[in-house]
C-alpha cells in the first residue's frame, strides 16, 4: 500500500538548534511531493511542492528538499513561532487528492 | 468573507440525531474535499467534488452524505454517527488544473458523537 511515513512523531528543540524532519514514500513515479504547517485549532496551511529529485524549497528558516525516496524539512535557527505540527503529503491521482503523513508535531522552546 | 469557512466550528451531536456541516469557499476555486482528522493519525480522504461532481468517494460509511450544490458551497451530512466519528473535519478546495497541487483548508468543524 502506498504510504508517506513521518518520523519523527514529536521534536523539542531549544530556540536557534537547527534540525530536520523526514517524510518518507513507497510509491514510484511521485507526482508531486507537498509540506503543510498546521497550528492547533486550525486547517493545514501549505507551505511547499517539490516534483524532482534534487529539487530545494525555502522560506524564512525552512527549507525543503526531496530525493528519490524521502523529503526533508529543514529548520534552520528556530523560533517559537515555528511549533506547530509538519505535515507531509503525496498527490495520489488527479483532481489534486493528496495522501497525508501523520504529521510531526514540532515544539521549540525559548 | 475570504479563503474557506467552515461552519460551526463545533458540534456535539448523539448517536441518532442528524446534523449538516457546513463549507464555503471564495477562491474561485472549482474542487472541493472532505478531510477526517483523527487524533495522532492521518488526514483521511473522504470526497472530493470537481465543477460540482462528485469523483472520489473513498470508502466511507452511508451515515456521511456530501452534497454540492455549486462551485462555492460543500456541506457534509450527518445522520446515526459512532462515537469512533468523533473527530475534525477539514474542508479544502482548489483549482484542480493548477500544477502546485495547493489546498486551502478551512479551520475545522470540531464533532463529538456521544
Given at each position: 500500500e502506498d504510504q508517506v511515513t513521518q518520523s519523527p512523531e514529536a521534536l523539542r528543540l531549544q530556540e536557534g538548534e537547527s534540525s530536520s524532519l523526514n517524510c518518507s514514500y513507497t510509491v514510484s513515479g511521485l507526482r508531486g511531493l507537498f509540506w503543510y504547517r498546521q497550528d492547533p485549532g486550525k486547517g493545514p496551511e501549505f507551505l511547499f511542492t517539490l516534483y524532482s529529485a534534487g529539487e530545494e524549497k525555502e522560506k524564512e528558516r525552512l527549507k525543503a528538499t526531496l530525493t528519490k525516496k524521502e523529503s526533508f524539512l529543514h529548520i534552520t535557527?528556530?523560533?517559537?513561532?515555528?511549533?506547530a505540527t509538519y505535515l507531509c503529503a503525496r498527490r495520489a491521482g488527479g483532481y489534486n487528492k493528496l495522501i497525508f503523513g501523520a504529521g510531526t508535531r514540532l515544539a521549540v522552546h525559548p | 468573507e475570504t479563503g474557506v469557512t467552515q461552519t460551526p466550528r463545533h458540534l456535539v451531536m448523539g448517536m441518532t440525531n442528524k446534523k449538516s456541516l457546513k463549507c464555503e469557499q471564495h477562491l474561485g476555486h472549482n474542487a472541493m474535499y472532505w478531510y477526517k482528522q483523527s487524533a495522532k493519525k492521518p488526514l483521511e480522504l473522504m470526497f472530493v467534488y470537481s465543477l460540482e461532481e462528485r469523483v472520489e468517494n473513498n470508502s466511507v460509511p452511508s451515515r456521511f452524505s456530501p452534497e454540492c450544490p455549486n462551485s462555492s458551497h460543500l456541506f457534509l451530512h450527518l445522520h446515526?454517527?459512532?462515537?469512533?466519528?468523533?473527530a475534525l473535519y477539514l474542508c479544502a478546495s482548489s483549482q484542480v488544473d493548477s500544477n502546485t497541487g495547493e489546498l486551502f483548508f478551512g479551520e475545522g468543524s470540531r464533532l463529538t458523537v456521544l
Amino acid at each position: 500500500e502506498d504510504q508517506v511515513t513521518q518520523s519523527p512523531e514529536a521534536l523539542r528543540l531549544q530556540e536557534g538548534e537547527s534540525s530536520s524532519l523526514n517524510c518518507s514514500y513507497t510509491v514510484s513515479g511521485l507526482r508531486g511531493l507537498f509540506w503543510y504547517r498546521q497550528d492547533p485549532g486550525k486547517g493545514p496551511e501549505f507551505l511547499f511542492t517539490l516534483y524532482s529529485a534534487g529539487e530545494e524549497k525555502e522560506k524564512e528558516r525552512l527549507k525543503a528538499t526531496l530525493t528519490k525516496k524521502e523529503s526533508f524539512l529543514h529548520i534552520t535557527a528556530p523560533k517559537p513561532e515555528d511549533s506547530a505540527t509538519y505535515l507531509c503529503a503525496r498527490r495520489a491521482g488527479g483532481y489534486n487528492k493528496l495522501i497525508f503523513g501523520a504529521g510531526t508535531r514540532l515544539a521549540v522552546h525559548p | 468573507e475570504t479563503g474557506v469557512t467552515q461552519t460551526p466550528r463545533h458540534l456535539v451531536m448523539g448517536m441518532t440525531n442528524k446534523k449538516s456541516l457546513k463549507c464555503e469557499q471564495h477562491l474561485g476555486h472549482n474542487a472541493m474535499y472532505w478531510y477526517k482528522q483523527s487524533a495522532k493519525k492521518p488526514l483521511e480522504l473522504m470526497f472530493v467534488y470537481s465543477l460540482e461532481e462528485r469523483v472520489e468517494n473513498n470508502s466511507v460509511p452511508s451515515r456521511f452524505s456530501p452534497e454540492c450544490p455549486n462551485s462555492s458551497h460543500l456541506f457534509l451530512h450527518l445522520h446515526t454517527l459512532q462515537p469512533e466519528d468523533s473527530a475534525l473535519y477539514l474542508c479544502a478546495s482548489s483549482q484542480v488544473d493548477s500544477n502546485t497541487g495547493e489546498l486551502f483548508f478551512g479551520e475545522g468543524s470540531r464533532l463529538t458523537v456521544l
